[in-house]
């Protein structure tokens, strides 16, 4: 069983950084993929990004790609989502996600935080 608790939303302008925190706590944190998707209102859930539990090349959603980067300390069982350039339909609450191999959807993490809301003004 794994625990994930995110933190780190809130409101803030277009153009500008926010970055999410996600800590797990239970198994052992890292032999697990981490992801992070996000949920607009009247959309399905979308990948974001996602790291190995070994590090590496992460890989994005083209949507983000160049604006946020994930990173993981497994030191501190926490992952992170710096997210820059922040646009108004990035707007959504965002979760993170734990899982046991590699995948950019849903499917593939059976672990899910309760998600922290991320608004973007224009």
């Known amino acids: 069983q794994v625990q994930l608790v995110e933190s780190g939303g809130g409101l803030v302008q277009a153009g500008g950084s926010v970055r999410l925190s996600c800590t797990a706590s239970?198994?052992?944190?890292?032999?697990?993929?981490m992801g992070w998707f996000r949920q607009a209102p009247g959309k399905e859930r979308e990948f974001v990004a996602a790291?190995?539990?070994?590090?590496?090349?992460?890989y994005y959603a083209d949507s983000v790609k160049g604006r946020f980067t994930i990173s993981r300390d497994n030191a501190k069982n926490t992952v992170y989502l710096q997210m820059n350039s922040l646009k108004p339909e990035d707007t959504a609450v965002y979760y993170c996600?734990?899982?046991?191999?590699?995948?950019?959807?849903?499917?593939?993490?059976?672990?899910w935080g309760q998600g922290t809301q991320v608004t973007v003004s224009s």
């Open positions: 790291i190995r539990w070994s590090g590496g090349r992460p």
């Open positions: 996600a734990a899982g046991l191999g590699w995948d950019t959807t849903s499917r593939g993490y059976g672990y």
């Open positions: 239970g198994r052992t944190f890292s032999s697990y993929t």
